[in-house]
Nanobody
Framework: QVQLVESGGGLVQAGGSLRLSCAAS????????MGWFRQAPGKEREFVAL????????YYADSVKGRFTISRDNAKNTVYLQMNSLKPEDTAVYYC????????????????WGQGTQVTVSS
């Protein structure tokens, strides 16, 4: 059974940092692009970042460029999201997902999803 399990969320003050992890099991995702999405209360889930399995350049939403960094350790089947200079508007449930095909910023392009981890940024 394929599972993606996120961890590392929590409560942090504005300007602080968090590092999210997403550990995959049940299959190897080393050749798949892995992404992060987030969903704030009352809003639709939105794309945050993507890292390909082939070492290509990552993609970021404009709202997080320069503050968030996505990385992966294929040996551990794990993807990370380093979040710096956090803002209250970054408050959301963060999900990792494995992309199967299609545009990277579309949810429907992703076939496997984690359960999400809550990030709350206080002002």
């Amino acid at each position: 059974q394929v599972q993606l399990v996120e961890s590392g969320g929590g409560l942090v003050q504005a300007g602080g940092s968090l590092r999210l992890s997403c550990a995959a099991s049940g299959r190897t995702f080393s050749s798949d692009a892995m992404g992060w999405f987030r969903q704030a209360p009352g809003k639709e889930r939105e794309f945050v970042a993507l890292k390909s399995g082939s070492g290509g350049s990552p993609y970021y939403a404009d709202s997080v460029k320069g503050r968030f960094t996505i990385s992966r350790d294929n040996a551990k089947n794990t993807v990370y999201l380093q979040m710096n200079s956090l803002k209250p508007e970054d408050t959301a449930v963060y999900y990792c997902a494995a992309r199967l095909s299609g545009r990277y910023y579309f949810e429907r392009s992703y076939g496997y999803w984690g359960q999400g981890t809550q990030v709350t940024v206080s002002s």
